[in-house]
């Protein structure tokens, strides 16, 4: 994230440019598309202080549609490039867009030490459980039984959970959203506001490989009841009385997981329902781990804890070479404070 003064206000169509979008017809990208040109206006950006870094897939089109500096790199290998790039200018605002194959299979690493090295930026996965650009074959994320050209008598391997490899990467923040939600403008902009890697994994409807396989929970309407938004400071609660009744997550003290409570008459308190605290990592691994059916799905920021910045140390570390002075990062990193080239010589 990039404090940003903009020179004047921007609206969505200053974001978008003047290619052909090429995605198949009703795929779930053109809801993100969307809801970042939407987003940026809100959160202060400008074009010339935006760029947009893609591996390879169909979600690795998305710079060619944003009227910011970007580039379509080689797969996997997109957090390489932006971790250049922020390096080279801290100031660039970085937005790093991928999919589960990519992000997951060849670029796995990559992603992997992005995370535990804390650059700032902003990870957006677009995660369809299938590799839709090379025609439909199985990717890190398809479920068992999976039927594809790769996997003709049904996937045998456990698909990887995406948030739950963010967080055992070390990741700082770790959010959920789905293509055509409503809440997803919100959750770019949490991710935006948290400075350091910002990991947030999309659900998205590939309507011809491996069509509505979200739809129990992730369609416009009628899939509130399997929803669980979470939101720092609030309950968390889900369904309504059009489902069946309100219910909410508590937390099983002899077994030490979660579960499912019903809420009668608003009180949440009796039943023990948890309140969202998006700096517990232990409750966050938790909710990511929580099998949908007998759970909801877990959406919104899921966890939120910053620590300082691989890019802040790193030009800490050349500031002090530049002046002679050897800054002790270690003690830096221990207090957990942040530092930017404006700071001056960091001293601890």
Sequence with gaps: MNDMTPIKATTPKDWETDQEVRWCPGCGDYAILKAVQRTMPEIGGTP????FISGIGCSSRFPYYMETYGFHTIHGRAPAVATGVKLANPDLDVWIITGDGDALSIGGNHTMHLLRRNLDCQIMLFNNEIYGLTKGQYSPTSRIGTNSPSTPYGSVDRPATPCAFALGSGAR???R????SKNLPEVLKAAHAHRGAAFIEIFQNC?????????????PKGA?????????????????????GTKGIALDTEALNLKVVDV????WQSVGVIVHDATNRSVAHMLVEMPFGEFPMALGVLYDDPRPTFNDVVLAQNVSASVGKTADLGKLLAKGQTWTVEDGHPEV
Excluded at 48 to 51: I, R, W
Excluded at 207 to 219: G, L, Q, R, S, T
Excluded at 226 to 238: A, D, I, S, V
């Design 207 to 219: 309507i011809v490989y491996n069509k509505d396989v979200f739809e129990e929970f992730a369609i």
């Design 173 to 175: 923040f770790v959010a």
């Design 48 to 51: 010339e202080n935006t760029v």
């Design 264 to 267: 009668v008459d608003g009180d």
């Design 224 to 244: 509130e009841g399997h929803q669980l938004w979470l939101r720092n400071g609030e309950p968390m609660l889900f369904g309504s009385d059009k489902s069946g």
């Design 177 to 180: 959203g789905f293509d055509v």
